[in-house]
T-cell receptor, first 112, second 113 residues
């Protein structure tokens, strides 16, 4: 089935460092999204990407939709303790479907 | 800012019992969804709903599951006879239309004993 692989699975970083994570697929998708999930909460939308090559920022977050439409990365600059959580990429399923397919997640821990 | 709300936040039930999970989607949204997340795993799609009918469902969404929009604001997920493996977080989501981003609620943690 369709699968999104995220790397790294988890990471510890020092406060103030920049973070980079990515999401890859063996299939082409036309919409890529990044969500953050805090413990016991629902996913919160961070950035949505609709065009191959698109680079979009939201505050300290920057995400890019890969040219091949098979990958995306998310960067967080100058991390702070509240960046802790699980970051999921998601794609809109192939044409004719309504569902989102979620990645395996990257767990981020920030050391103060 | 409008948000999706879900009740209850935590539901504990005995195996074989029926449960109804409730959601209030964002008011001007027309598409509604349920997703499930087993502890420590990724979020998985269950069902989408539009215009008072199911538009798509996954293989997880078997005959034990049903959805309903009983009035103009609520959207419910019913599990007819719960199994141990139904224990998970259940997230409701809504979107303005099919091509807009889906916004998720805080989830209901279902524990089946």
């Amino acid at each position: 089935g369709q699968q999104l692989n995220q790397s790294p699975q988890s990471m510890f970083i020092q406060e103030g460092e920049d973070v980079s994570m990515n999401c890859t697929s063996s299939s082409i998708f036309n919409t890529w999204l990044w969500y953050k999930q805090d413990p016991g909460e629902g996913p919160v939308l961070l950035i949505a990407l609709y065009k191959a090559g698109e680079l979009t920022s939201n505050g300290r977050l920057t995400a890019q939709f890969g040219i091949t439409r098979k990958d995306s990365f998310l960067n967080i600059s100058a991390s702070i303790p509240s960046d802790v959580g699980i970051y999921f990429c998601a794609v809109e399923g192939t044409s004719g479907t309504y569902k989102y397919i979620f990645g395996t997640g990257t767990r981020l821990k920030v050391l103060a | 800012e409008p948000e999706v709300t879900q009740t209850p936040s935590h539901q504990v039930t005995q195996m074989g019992q029926e449960v109804i999970l409730r959601c209030v989607p964002i008011s001007n949204h027309l598409y509604f969804y349920w997703y499930r997340q087993i502890l420590g795993q990724k979020v998985e799609f269950l069902v989408s709903f539009y215009n008072n009918e199911i538009s798509e469902k996954s293989e997880i969404f078997d005959d034990q599951f049903s959805v309903e929009r009983p009035d103009g604001s609520n959207f419910t997920l019913k599990i007819r006879s719960t199994k141990l493996e139904d224990s998970a977080m259940y997230f409701c989501a809504s979107s303005e239309d099919r091509y807009n981003e889906q916004f998720f609620g805080p989830g209901t943690r279902l524990t089946v004993l």
